[in-house]
């Protein structure tokens, strides 16, 4: 079942799979409302849960529409496009009424600004959380433009609270659930569901030489521009290759940083994807904060142990010092990239303590975890 939040700051391992109540046996109609598709070139871990979610639901005979901003792609479920990529916010209520009109409960996916769908929407809600932007609006609006980090800051905690008295949030890990609760959601409205992952398929070759792989959209909370630093910290002691896998605003800027032997892919196929996360010596997330971290999990199903900071959400994904290394600072995150790469045995160790972790977390239970929350919003709603 889904988990409540824990009282422990411990991380909440999922035991065996469980099987939930179904929804009532009639198909339900399910909306989710969100900033992006999978398709979009700017996706990323929130529109892959998303699209896991609206593609499993729809398996199980459930009626699933993506409203979204941007272009919609064709998926096996419907998507629709409400807008551009920042109008759709207000066009989302008519773009409902006019494309969906109806749903027996619209998921409102809540990344930073919200759609204050609980003020427009009389039906039953769920809020899909995967973090809380309580420190990352200064680093995304700074000088200049640091009153609009103040509004949205405001009007994100308004949205999860004020707006929304009633009604349940999921969070995608005990990080995120700590975060709701220290803004004042209360503990018995949220629920936990983890992020799954797909079985990667057959193993490909380990790198003779040592290679070390960061993925992800490249923006400021990424943090990639710390990493090229250590890096010139690290390279002289270790040697070989640092591949950044990703793109997005900040890739101009990371090019230019960047010292020797720092290769940037750009978007690679889910195929390159596998390869490099199988070569990779470590996967490296210097990240300020994240709700799971989901490529720690990808990696971790093709042993590769990852080093990344003790901040909120790489906290759940990465068990410190068995699947991986929690940094406090930038010099223990050199350090533990450091002795990693010159310990074979340690990092063997602790890939397979990393892929038997993992296969704790697949979509199918993903799926059937947030299928019984969705029954319990749906009941919640009904007199």
């Given amino acids: 079942m889904p988990q409540h939040v824990p009282s422990s700051p411990r991380i909440a391992l999922p035991g065996a799979p469980q099987h939930p109540p179904a929804l009532p046996a009639h198909p339900r109609r399910i909306v989710f409302l969100a900033h992006r598709d999978l398709g979009n070139p700017s996706a990323g871990g929130s529109e892959l849960l998303v699209d896991r979610l609206a593609d499993g639901l729809t398996r199980l005979g459930h009626q699933v529409t993506l409203l979204c901003g941007g272009p919609a792609s064709f998926r096996d479920y419907r998507v629709v496009s409400a807008g551009g990529t920042y109008d759709h916010y207000l066009r989302a209520r008519s773009a409902f009424a006019r494309q969906v009109g109806d749903c027996d409960l619209l998921v409102e996916v809540c990344n930073g600004m919200p759609y204050l769908a609980p003020l427009w929407h009389h039906g039953p809600t769920l809020c899909l959380v995967n973090h809380v932007h309580t420190d990352l609006w200064p680093m995304r609006f700074g000088g200049p433009l640091a009153p609009a980090a103040r509004i949205g ?46 079985e990667p398929g057959p193993r490909t070759a380990r790198s003779p030489e ?33 591949v950044i896998v990703g793109d997005g605003p900040e890739r101009d800027r990371l090019e230019r940083l960047a010292g020797p032997d720092v290769e940037f892919t750009g978007h690679v196929s889910e195929a390159e994807k596998h390869r490099l996360l199988c070569a990779a010596w470590l996967l490296l997330h210097p990240s300020a904060v994240e709700g799971w971290g989901l490529v720690v999990t990808e990696a971790a199903v093709r042993r590769t142990p990852a080093v990344a900071f003790d901040v909120p959400g790489l906290r759940d994904s990465v068990v410190d010092g068995v699947t991986g290394v929690l940094a406090r600072g930038e010099s223990s995150f050199a350090a533990a990239w450091c002795t990693l790469a010159l310990s074979a045995h340690r990092r063997e160790r602790m890939g397979e303590a990393a892929r038997d972790h993992a296969a704790r977390f697949r979509w199918d239970r993903t799926v059937r975890q947030f299928r019984a929350v969705a029954a319990e919003a749906v009941r919640g709603r009904q007199p």
């Fill in 153 to 198: 800051r405001r009007l994100e905690h308004w949205a999860l609270t004020g707006a929304r008295r009633r009604g349940l949030l999921v969070a995608v890990s005990p990080s995120t659930a700590r975060a709701l609760r220290g803004i004042g959601v209360a503990r018995e409205r949220i629920r936990i569901v983890h992020n799954g992952v797909e």
């Fill in 210 to 242: 040592p290679l070390f792989v960061a993925v992800g959209r490249l923006v400021e909370y990424k943090r990639v521009d710390l990493l090229l630093r250590l890096w010139e910290r690290v390279r002289p002691v270790t040697g070989g290759r640092l």
